[in-house]
Nanobody
Framework: QVQLVESGGGLVQPGGSLRLSCAAS????????MGWYRQAPGKQRELVAA???????NYADSVKGRFTISRDNAKNTVYLQMNSLKPEDTAVYYC????????????????WGPGTQVTVSS
């Protein structure tokens, strides 16, 4: 079993910055992709950014140039640096670990964190 623990959410003014962290713990041999999703009230959950174990990244168009995702494979931790925040970035942000294996030849599993609230408001 794998647990994801997010931190770093909170209230920030428009134009401000926040850094989210997500640490995965438990029986982990490898994690293929780690990412951040968000869900605003009344909207579907959407991908914000993702990063592979090799460092390839993917961003939603709405955050390109403002958000940066990074990863520490040794610590099974993913980060999301969010700059120039806008009110429309307000949402619950969820960490995702995709294709996680507990052993080299084990099955793949997908895990989610409980979410952390990000509110951008003056």
């Amino acid at each position: 079993q794998v647990q994801l623990v997010e931190s770093g959410g909170g209230l920030v003014q428009p134009g401000g910055s926040l850094r989210l962290s997500c640490a995965a713990s438990g029986s982990i041999f490898s994690i293929n992709v780690m990412g951040w999703y968000r869900q605003a009230p009344g909207k579907q959950r959407e991908l914000v950014a993702a990063i592979t174990s090799g460092g390839s990244t993917n961003y939603a168009d709405s955050v390109k140039g403002r958000f940066t995702i990074s990863r520490d494979n040794a610590k099974n931790t993913v980060y999301l640096q969010m700059n120039s925040l806008k009110p429309e970035d307000t949402a619950v942000y969820y960490c995702n670990a995709d294709k996680v294996r507990a052993t080299r030849w084990g099955n793949y599993y997908d895990y989610w964190g409980p979410g952390t609230q990000v509110t951008v408001s003056s």
